[in-house]
């Protein structure tokens, strides 16, 4: 079993700062990739950012300049700084581990449960 746990979330003012964490636990041979994901009211997943395993980072258009994913010092766990925050970066924001398991052969993603973002106006 892989479990994927974020943290962080909360209510924030435009403008304001927030940071989440991921942390990535369990049968886990090694990690391909971190994500973050969100979904926002009515609205359908996307991705935010993405840090890969030789630390190559993508970001969504919406967030370049704004948001910063980095690894944490810990063995999987990856942050994302979220600065400059909007009333339309309110989502519950997702993390995602595209990781080969130690229990099985092959690349599988794992998700948590989500951490609610809200800012206000």
């Known amino acids: 079993q892989v479990h994927v746990v974020e943290s962080g979330g909360g209510l924030v003012e435009a403008g304001g700062s927030l940071r989440l964490s991921c942390a990535a636990s369990g049968f886990i041979f090694s990690v391909a990739a971190m994500a973050w994901y969100r979904q926002g009211p009515g609205k359908q997943r996307e991705v935010v950012a993405t840090i890969t395993s030789q630390n190559v980072t993508i970001y969504a258009d919406s967030v370049k300049g704004r948001f910063i994913i980095s690894r944490g010092g810990a063995e999987n766990t990856v942050y994302l700084q979220m600065n400059s925050l909007k009333p339309s970066d309110t989502a519950v924001y997702y993390c995602?581990?595209?990781?080969?398991?130690?229990?099985?052969?092959?690349?599988?993603?794992?998700w948590g449960q989500g951490t609610q973002v809200t800012v206000s106006s």
């Open positions: 995602k581990t595209t990781a080969i398991p130690t229990t099985n052969i092959g690349r599988y993603d794992y």
